[in-house]
């Protein structure tokens, strides 16, 4: 690795920023990282900068440059401050770094995130782990760290740092409903180890308390249960429109068509019905983490 002089220490490289690369099949994706790539470059050359004194300047090597401009690499949001501040952009780089952010996720997570952002009230049940807008990071972390076959460091990483930008959901303003109903079994596994699953536990609680988030949970024991069918989720906007999906029908694919949507919401219903309340669901809660 490269040496800077001074302050600057080591530059960094690809080994320092796993799951930055840019997803080849997200074409909106390409484009915004080629076209802050190209700016940075032409900004850069009328600057009179060669591309290993600017690497120097930002804290970078200049191989990892050569593949930000080329658009080959996602840049970290303090590379495009750092860059701002070295050509002078006043503000123009650094206003990138809002798109740039999106792009780092799967195109499937963006668009999902993007219809949680814009959700007023948000219905969600979920039978096989804890749902990902009420997973702690350690517990995602665990659950993908244990998936077959394996995925790669720069991969996990990709997808924690979706998942845990989703979270803003919880910090909207004006707030969205959200209604969770997570089967017994999903609390009870002990993912990660003791210690990860207690804070898991504390996490739910924590959530429970807001005033918008209700937090549900389906005994194992109960004999009326319609969520056999798996995951549901139903998404209702301010314009009276809905978007759902489940993975027992309609090929697991978002429907929006009023009859279809019925189906996924008398499910909804019925499930929520036959959960324990949320007041329960709280002291069961705390039960077993006092078990624990």
Same mark, same amino acid.
């Given at each position: 690795?490269?040496?800077?002089?001074?302050?600057a220490g080591? =530059? #960094?490289?690809?080994?320092?920023?796993?799951?930055w690369?840019?997803?080849?099949?997200?074409?909106?994706?390409?484009?915004?990282?080629?076209?802050?790539?190209?700016?940075?470059?032409?900004?850069?050359?009328?600057?009179?900068?060669?591309a290993?004194?600017?690497?120097?300047?930002?804290?970078?090597?200049?191989?990892?440059?050569?593949?930000?401009?080329?658009?080959?690499?996602?840049?970290?949001?303090?590379?495009l401050?750092?860059?701002?501040?070295v050509?002078?952009?006043?503000? =123009?780089?650094?206003a990138?770094?809002?798109?740039?952010?999106?792009?780092?996720?799967? #195109?499937?997570?963006?668009?999902?995130?993007?219809s949680?952002a814009?959700?007023?009230?948000?219905?969600?049940?979920?039978?096989h782990?804890?749902?990902? =807008?009420?997973?702690?990071?350690?517990?995602?972390?665990?659950?993908?760290?244990?998936?077959?076959?394996?995925?790669?460091?720069?991969?996990?990483?990709?997808?924690?740092?979706?998942?845990?930008?989703?979270?803003?959901?919880?910090?909207?303003?004006?707030?969205?409903?959200?209604?969770?109903?997570?089967?017994?079994?999903?609390l009870?596994?002990?993912?990660?180890?003791?210690?990860?699953?207690?804070?898991?536990?504390?996490?739910?609680?924590?959530?429970?308390?807001?005033?918008?988030?209700?937090?549900?949970?389906?005994?194992?024991?109960?004999?009326?249960?319609?969520?056999t069918?798996?995951?549901?989720?139903?998404?209702?906007?301010?314009?009276?429109?809905?978007?759902?999906?489940?993975?027992?029908?309609?090929?697991?694919?978002?429907?929006?068509?009023?009859?279809?949507?019925?189906?996924?919401?008398?499910?909804?219903?019925?499930?929520?019905?036959?959960?324990?309340?949320?007041?329960?669901?709280?002291?069961?809660?705390?039960?077993?983490?006092?078990?624990?």
């Open positions: 690795m490269e040496q800077a002089d001074g302050a080591r =530059l #960094k490289g690809e080994a320092d920023e796993p799951g690369e840019v997803d080849p099949d997200d074409d909106w994706g390409v484009a915004v990282v080629a076209t802050v790539g190209r700016q940075l470059r032409l900004r850069r050359e009328a600057k009179g900068m060669r290993a004194e600017f690497g120097v300047a930002v804290g970078y090597g200049e191989d990892m440059v050569y593949k930000i401009e080329g658009g080959k690499r996602i840049p970290q949001p303090e590379y401050d750092k860059a701002d501040e050509l002078g952009a006043g503000g =123009l780089i650094s990138m770094k809002e798109d740039v952010a999106k792009v780092r996720y799967p #195109k499937k997570v963006r668009e999902l995130a993007k949680e814009q959700a007023v009230e948000v219905g969600l049940y979920s039978n782990n804890i749902h990902g =807008l009420l997973q702690t990071e350690e517990h995602m972390r665990a659950l993908f760290d244990a998936w077959l076959p394996a995925y790669s460091d720069e991969e996990t990483e990709r997808m924690v740092a979706a998942r845990m930008a989703r979270r803003s959901v919880f910090e909207r303003s004006p707030a969205p409903t959200l209604g969770f109903v997570q089967e017994e079994v999903t009870r596994r002990p993912v990660g180890g003791r210690m990860v699953w207690r804070r898991q536990l504390e996490r739910l609680l924590e959530l429970g308390q807001l005033r918008n988030v209700s937090i549900q949970v389906m005994p194992t024991d109960s004999e009326d249960h319609f969520g069918g798996g995951l549901i989720e139903v998404l209702k906007f301010s314009d009276g429109t809905a978007v759902g999906r489940t993975e027992g029908a309609f090929s697991g694919r978002p429907v929006s068509d009023p009859k279809q949507l019925r189906i996924l919401e008398l499910r909804y219903g019925m499930i929520r019905a036959h959960a324990l309340t949320p007041r329960e669901s709280r002291a069961f809660i705390e039960q077993m983490l006092g078990e624990t």
